[in-house]
């Protein structure tokens, strides 16, 4: 991304020839320091900036300088990645409890984190960092088992009756990150990052998703909301390695998905891809 600057200049005129340009990074500040004929312009930039002729206008150069500022954190951006309930045991045998043996081909993870925030331990190289997003989960059933609730209990069921090419649980989270982030090169903006810590959320939604035939007719229930005893609260261990703009993330719930007073516990895990912006 190009950042143009626009110098103020006094007089009434600037001066029609070329003069020595030299450039100084203030890398705290994130800024540029441009000094000609003695006189010294202050320009704020992000990535990249272009320095333009004095007289005309016109690019001084073909290729921009670059100034040097790094990618600092990784969290704001999108993720996509599979959900898969395990144990406290660590395995994935729901045998006595199959309604909670979700398929992970039917469940999703998604994050749009929209806000993060960079505080600096060693320079770019080593941080703290946290910000705001939105993680929406996705948990689908197998074959046709679907599940309803009462005032103090969630139980699963099969309708032999329904055929359902659709029927997930679906829960929405505001969740706040505080991670430690390494960079390495730390003056480059496509830099390797590495983050790790603790996600915190809490949960603004949840409802069930379901689309079946059922006696030759097709019905299609897009929003049956309800609590389905989420904990109103969820905590995740979470580790987030990347290239540049890319990269992959592992995390895994220490908090059940469910209200263990009401449903056997189990644990959230998830992994997928990340794209920063």
Known sequence: MFLAGFVLASGLGF????????????????????NENGDTTLVQVEEEV?????GNGAPRSDKPIKTGVSKRSNWSGFDMGVNMLLTPERTSDFNGTPHLDFDPAKSWTFNFNFF?????????????????????SHFGYRGNYTVNYDMDSIYGFVDPNRSYSRNRLRAAYLQIPLLLQINFPSK?????????????????????????IENNQSFDIKEKRGQYFFNSFKADATIRLGYGDWGAFVNYSIVPLFDKNVVDPVYNFSFGLMFNF
């Open 50 to 54: 272009e320095i333009f002729n004095s």
């Open 15 to 34: 001066a029609q020839k070329e003069e020595k340009v030299v450039i100084k990074v203030v890398k705290n500040n994130e800024e540029i320091q441009i």
């Open 188 to 212: 480059n903006s496509d830099n390797f990052n590495l983050s790790y810590g603790f996600v915190g959320g809490v949960r603004i939604g949840s409802r069930l998703r379901q689309k079946y």
């Open 116 to 136: 993060e925030h960079f505080f600096s331990l060693y320079k770019d190289g080593f941080g703290v960092v946290t910000g705001l997003g939105v993680n929406l």
